[in-house]
């Protein structure tokens, strides 16, 4: 079935940082794509989605990068806030049945140390 | 920032006891998701809605769990006889359309006692 891959369960930061959290994917087709973060004690918050090749998304100074050739829709951030602090997952929607239906990866905690 | 609402947003209940939650999704989103986060964060689908016919679902955890969306009413999620493994968070979701964003709510965290 399909799946979501995040390489990096914690990742460690300081502030102004370059942040890089890893997604790989499998999937037949081009699923769409998409990254959330949660802060404790929230549900998960949308932060943007992509759904073709080479197709960027991006918010509140993250981006990603839809890759159909390496199955990959990295995380990015050039310079990561103490405020950035929280679990982010990657997540695809799953094709078969037209049903919306998400498959999330484990997550990846970020720590930003001021 | 998310418009779906979800009450309550703590349950407590003892094991075998009835647990109830509710969510109204976002104006104008006829897909309507509820998803289960354990305590490691895994997500596990429960199943969705399209106005008010079922899209799919998992075969609701040995039949104690159900779920409706009525018209004009808020969606519910109900565990009959709670467990301590139901323990967890219950994230309602809405969407405009499959395969499109999908915008959660705060939750509702249960815990059996």
């Known amino acids: 079935g399909d799946s979501v891959t995040q390489t990096e369960g914690q990742v460690a930061l300081s502030e102004e940082d370059f942040l890089t959290i890893h997604c790989n994917y499998s999937?037949?087709?081009?699923?769409?794509l998409f990254w959330y973060v949660q802060y404790p004690g929230e549900g998960p918050q949308f932060l943007f989605r992509?759904?073709?090749?080479?197709e960027k998304g991006s918010s509140r100074g993250f981006e990603a990068t839809y890759d159909k050739g390496t199955t990959s829709f990295h995380l990015r951030k050039a310079s990561v806030q103490e405020s950035d602090s929280a679990v982010y997952y990657c997540?695809?929607?799953?094709?078969?049945?037209?049903?919306?239906?998400?498959?999330f990866g484990l997550g990846t905690t970020l720590q930003v140390q001021p | 920032n998310s418009k779906v609402i979800q009450t309550p947003r703590y349950l407590v209940k003892g094991q075998g006891q009835k647990a109830k939650m509710r969510c109204i999704p976002e104006?104008?989103?006829?897909?309507v998701f509820w998803y289960q986060q354990n305590k490691n964060n895994e997500f596990k689908f429960l199943i969705n809605?399209?106005?008010?016919?079922?899209?799919?679902q998992i075969d609701m955890t040995e039949k104690r769990f159900s779920a409706e969306c009525p018209s004009n009413s808020p969606c519910s999620l109900e565990i009959q006889s709670s467990e301590a493994g139901d323990s967890a968070l219950y994230l309602c979701?809405?969407?405009?359309?499959?395969?499109?964003?999908?915008?959660f709510g705060k939750g509702t965290r249960l815990t059996v006692v």
């Open positions: 992509a759904s073709r090749d080479k």
């Open positions: 809605f399209q106005n008010q016919e079922v899209l799919q």
């Open positions: 997540a695809l929607g799953e094709r078969g049945g037209n049903t919306g239906k998400l498959i």
């Open positions: 999937a037949s087709g081009y699923p769409a």
């Open positions: 979701a809405s969407s405009p359309g499959a395969n499109t964003e999908v915008f």
């Open positions: 104006k104008g989103h006829p897909v």
